[in-house]
């Protein structure tokens, strides 16, 4: 099993930054596609970005293309969402997720077989 635990959110103002991280312990001996979901009340889960196991390919929904950088150390075993630009649109409950058997980034939260608890991200304007 793995346990994921998701650290660093918070209040933010409209444009400003936030990095939020997520924490793999348990079976992490080797490293796992990871994304980033976000849940904003009333809406459904949404597929935020995502990263294969080497760091070498990531994906990123529209909403977040050229604003937000998600980041991994294996080392660490740790994968990182880098916010900026932030919006009140952007105001959720962000998860990190881990996928464990084929290594490609998918967009849907079915996808995904470990998940953190949440941090919560808002965004004022």
């Known amino acids: 099993q793995v346990q994921l635990v998701e650290s660093g959110g918070g209040l933010v103002q409209a444009g400003g930054s936030l990095s939020v991280s997520c924490a793999a312990s348990g079976r992490t001996s080797s490293s796992y596609t990871m994304g980033w979901f976000r849940q904003a009340p009333g809406k459904e889960r949404d597929f935020v970005a995502g990263i294969n196991r080497s760091g070498s390919s990531t994906r990123y929904a529209d909403s977040v293309k050229g604003r937000f950088t998600i980041s991994r150390d294996n080392a660490k075993n740790t994968v990182y969402l880098q916010m900026n630009s932030l919006k009140p649109e952007d105001t959720a409950v962000y998860y990190c997720?881990?996928?464990?058997?084929?290594?490609?980034?998918?967009?849907?939260?079915?996808?995904?077989?470990?998940w953190g608890q949440g941090t919560q991200v808002t965004v004022s304007s």
């Open positions: 997720a881990a996928r464990i058997i084929r290594d490609i980034v998918v967009v849907t939260s079915a996808g995904y077989d470990y």
